[in-house]
């Protein structure tokens, strides 16, 4: 059953379901002080539960903290009546749904996202998973969160870098599937629209269609791994570069080389690309591609995403993805040409 | 969806299904050589498949086997199109399972237990788990397997303690849902009955029974924990004894405490109790209570499969089961004090 998304004005539905619960949170280093005072604001039940703190961020999302968490689940008696709530970006979403599915088979959890990356991916959509031996999200259930807890005031601390990080999936969404969403991005000057209520629930609304149509990502829901198959592997190697990028960052450069392969592929409209490229040096002037065109390739090839040949999610246009796209090798290498200066 | 248990004139439809695929087997020392040739035999698509192989025993049954299981796969390239085959007894079934279950999300898994223990409980009914913190599938997850494949010749190399050790699931679901059975188990002199496919195929039809009536344990499935809380206790205190017990073997104890229970609890007849001590003093002379009442009830309390009070699966009679009956200490040590000398 998909995960109910719970809105600011609708904070006491949370409240309604925790009192009387027994609450554990999941919080990393960094959410567990502004973070956790702001969820108890809207949601008191909050203020007494237990917390297990992680280390903070995507490198410690691994199985050691998996190992971690598990052990202070045990040390606490977690039982099936409790409840589990990760509060945090999409580490802790990731780390604490899969700790809870797999915990004495399921325990329920709720995830509060922190960051805008979470709210608009990671929070929702039911994949849990740890990262291991270097590949992303190896490891990993599909279990939804019970209520997802969205409110913008956890932006208020975030670094300009953070929230252009998330606006990264906010783009994605409008390219892959809502051309007027994609009209008021695409001239965007700063990141004011990408931060708002009414856009963050746009966003939020696009991925659920998907996943919707196609829970256990088969088919349509692959349409949100447009700009992911090159992002991922960009991102990966870019963590043992002197170059380290964040996922929305190299997901942006991603739908770059993706959108070249669509116009390739697809004949998608060559405007579309532009208008992309437009934007990214508008918005992320300082995020460059500095990586060897062959290490991205391999790392591609074990990407989890593909099985023999690599398969990419393109789009035909604005709002019409094409999934399970057949790519060669030498199409990759040359939509990567795009990032030769 | 449930998993379709294979009977040996039937092997011919995992061949199908597994033909052409990519596949990888899991196996122990024990069960790589012998059991491994007798599947090849049946089925034939496994001759060329790739081995993992984790050492034997339920001691093993822990994160660090499940963390090299994950990296051979990861090293195999496996991904959603292979398909993995545990081959062993309930141990191999179990972590074989969770790790299928959450690598990329979920590989499909086939089982092929090798023990009657297995194929009697652990390799069918969607439940996969690792032990963790001294206590037994603290993680795990809800998976079914792709096919369950039953062969009593798998059966032929048992020593007569695997064999009885399996056998004491066999006599639970008599005891819980069928009193013709049970009537002719409670006469058993010898182990023939139990080692049958006629009978083997009773006793996993009782327990799929209830596994379909009721596949996430809430309710009706909690039937088959009879005799299991107590017997999980003296399983986990025994380990660390000099009377060290198979699961058989201590769920067989437990059974006899739990249905001291039922009679104290629910009336059930005396005459059951004593029928199934008589049993167990024919099949199952050596087995020994020699442990202290009050650690069997401290571990009982943090039982995965306790709350906050002590739940049990008791019987009113033969076939009536009953669960979620709450019973108090002293009711607990009572009823061991059956096996005061």
Redesign the interface.
């Known amino acids: 059953m998909a995960s109910t998304i719970i809105f600011p004005n609708a904070a006491h539905v949370i409240q309604l379901y925790l009192q009387h619960k027994e609450i554990v949170i999941i919080a990393d280093a960094r959410t567990n002080g502004f973070c956790l005072a702001t969820a108890c604001k809207y949601i008191p039940a909050l203020q007494d539960a237990r917390i297990i703190t992680i280390p903070a961020g995507e490198e410690n999302k691994n199985?050691l903290s998996a190992?971690w968490i598990?052990?202070q689940m045990?040390s606490l008696?977690v039982?099936?009546?409790y409840v589990i709530v990760n509060l945090g970006g999409g580490t802790v979403t990731d780390i604490g749904g899969f700790c809870a599915?797999?915990?004495?088979?399921?325990i329920p959890f709720i995830n509060i996202p922190s960051t805008l990356l979470a709210m608009n991916d990671a929070a929702f959509g039911g994949?849990t998973?740890i990262n291991?031996?270097d590949?992303k999200?190896?490891?990993?259930?599909?279990a939804n969160a019970e209520y997802v807890f969205i409110h913008p005031d956890f932006l208020n601390t975030l670094s300009p870098k953070q929230i252009a990080n998330g606006a990264a999936e906010s783009i994605k969404h409008a390219l892959i599937h809502d051309k007027k969403l994609w009209e008021l991005y695409k001239n965007a000057t700063d990141f004011t629209h990408f931060t708002n209520l009414e856009n963050i629930q746009q966003s939020i609304a696009i991925k659920n269609y998907f996943v919707q149509l196609d829970p256990l990502d088969v088919n349509e829901r692959q349409s949100l791994n447009f700009g992911h198959s090159i992002g991922h592997a960009i991102e990966s190697i870019s963590l043992n570069s002197n170059n380290i990028l964040l996922h929305g960052e190299a997901i942006l450069l991603g739908m770059l080389a993706e959108l070249q392969l669509s116009e390739t592929i697809y004949n998608c409209p060559a405007i579309v690309r532009k208008d992309a490229e437009a934007l990214k040096n508008r918005l992320y002037p300082t995020v460059k591609f500095t990586f060897s065109k062959s290490e991205i390739l391999e790392k591609l090839l074990?990407d989890?995403k593909?099985?023999d040949t690599i398969n990419f999610s393109l789009l035909k246009n604005i709002a019409a993805p094409m999934v399970k796209t057949k790519v060669s090798k030498e199409q990759v290498l040359q939509a990567l040409s795009i990032f030769d200066a």
Do not use: A, P, V
Request: aromatic fraction near 16%; glycine fraction near 10%; charged fraction near 20%.
């Open positions: 199985l190992e598990w052990m045990q008696h039982h099936k009546d599915s797999t915990f004495m088979r399921g994949k998973g291991f031996m590949t999200n190896t490891i990993g259930t599909f074990f989890k593909n099985t």
